[in-house]
């Protein structure tokens, strides 16, 4: 793997028996529209995930439910054989429909199909990283996850997964896992406007855990603040620059996983990242999720 010229933004996060970049990359938005079918420019998705090796950068998150089965064939098509400091995430617990909706499939069967299936398209005899994903695409959602995951501890134990995550889940959930198997991550919606889970992020990180925003722009709808807008403007720096640097700066726990399908705005998003704001700044954005 080449290795960049000066190291990246944020340093570096122990994820299990990994060392992984703070600063990841998440492959959602290299899939079509909606994250549906394959992308309109193929070479440049490649490119892209080309880039992001080339850089430094050593966490990717995917599924194999995007596309589906697309950005999954991307990464092992631009990338494997996989260098040796590559740590991929990918999650389960739904799947997609022809309407390109995102039905949950969390029975034991469906568990054990779609870690095949991320295996298989990924072309690993183990997945480095599984999240199970619970909720809805309204968020998290109250219930037990101990069928889910025990599923997944099943797998972990035949040699097919390393490490466990959650994703999608509430804060009860986290501890309902925990009680069940050791896990290496909590990925949730989360970012300048969206900080239910300032409690959590704080309880992970004095227990060595990370916390993987998804979403960290915004998602669909990029972030929109007048607070926002006013700290970059006196920065003179973008936006989505400001929201990516205040994580980073947030709590050291806190793994991007930023999403693009263009090399610019890869290297904008790593720039970003490396942003350094002010105490000022971070009272003035705190008031974003007040």
């Known amino acids: ?90 999650k389960v617990g739904a799947t997609r429909d022809a309407q390109g909706g995102w039905p949950t499939a969390r029975r034991p069967e469906d568990l054990r199909k779609q870690v095949h299936e991320n295996l298989d398209s990924l072309g690993v005899e183990a997945l480095d990283l599984v999240n199970m994903r619970m909720g809805d695409a309204q968020g998290p959602q109250p219930g037990s996850i101990a069928e889910a995951f025990e599923t997944l501890v099943d797998l972990q134990r035949e040699g097919l997964i390393r490490h466990l995550g959650v994703s999608n889940v509430t804060a009860e959930q986290v501890a309902e896992a925990r009680g069940i198997a050791p896990i290496v991550c909590v990925q949730n919606m989360y970012n300048l406007a969206h900080r239910h889970d300032d409690g959590l992020v704080d309880h992970l990180a004095a227990d060595g855990i990370a916390y993987v925003p998804f979403f960290p722009l915004g998602g669909f709808t990029p972030l929109q603040s007048a607070a926002l807008s006013q700290v970059a403007s006196r920065l003179e720096a973008t936006p989505m620059s400001v929201a990516l640097a205040w994580l980073m700066q947030h709590s050291p726990n806190i793994l991007l996983i930023p999403g693009t399908s263009s090399t610019a705005h890869l290297r904008e998003n790593i720039a970003g990242a490396g942003l350094s704001l002010s105490d000022e700044d971070v009272a003035e954005l705190h008031s974003i999720g007040r």
Request: hydrophobic residues 40%; proline residues 10%; glycine residues 12%.
């Open 1 to 90: 793997m080449n290795t960049p010229s000066t190291p990246l933004h944020g340093g570096s996060w122990t994820l299990g028996d990994s060392t992984v970049t703070r600063f990841g990359y998440g492959a959602m938005q290299l899939a079509g529209p909606w994250v549906m079918g394959p992308p309109a420019d193929r070479d440049g998705a490649l490119a892209v995930l080309r880039e992001v090796v080339s850089l430094g950068i050593t966490h990717i998150d995917t599924s194999d439910a995007y596309g589906p089965r697309i950005t999954n064939e991307l990464i092992r098509e631009a990338l494997h054989p996989y260098p040796e400091p590559l740590f991929i995430a990918t």
